[in-house]
């Protein structure tokens, strides 16, 4: 899985643009996939995603792959909670992707990936001043969602023009 095809082939280019106009990583990654999935993003995408930039601000899971989880949730994600085929298709879905992700970028976390711990205000003020958020984070986000618009649709989640 090297890059997104046809399908969804726009995202990647969109999550940048969302990053770059001041959104942080889960929320672009969020908005471009549901985007690709033919969501309606305004009103409740991207404050899902708010709380899980920088890895939840704590260093932890990595904000773009959190993004990518919730994109796969509403590709695949239950609306009843009886429906374990739902449930199963997701628990077996995100650790899929989780791998994936693993492999491209070689860690999970935010504190891992960027070398700097957003929990810590020093780290924070330096990891801003290096712009790391467009040296880094914005190639990392784009890379994201060409992974995750090439894997829904290697799923059979997404159509030949890049939506559910």
């Not at 969020?30 to 899980?52: D, H, K, Q, W, Y």
């Not at 994201?144 to 649709?153: C, E, G, P, S, Y």
């Amino acid at each position: 899985m090297t890059t997104a095809s046809k399908a969804g082939s726009e995202a990647p280019s969109e999550a940048g643009q969302c990053f770059s106009s001041g959104f942080h990583c889960s929320e672009a990654v969020l908005i471009a996939g549901a985007g690709a999935l033919g969501r309606n993003v305004a009103e409740i995408i991207p404050s899902v995603a708010t709380a899980f930039g920088g890895g939840m601000r704590l260093g932890g899971p990595c904000g773009a792959l959190t993004g990518a989880l919730m994109t796969i949730g509403l590709a695949v994600g239950r609306r009843d909670p009886e429906d374990k085929g739902k449930k199963d298709l997701a628990a077996r879905l995100g650790p899929e992707f989780g791998a994936i992700f693993l492999k491209e970028f070689g860690h999970l976390t935010c504190h891992e990936l960027t070398g700097h711990n957003p929990a810590v205000p020093e780290e924070s003020t330096r990891w801003r001043a290096s712009n790391g958020r467009q040296t880094f984070c914005l190639p990392l986000v784009e890379r994201t969602v060409d992974l995750l618009m090439a894997f829904l649709n290697e799923n059979g989640l997404l159509d030949s023009t890049g939506k559910e």
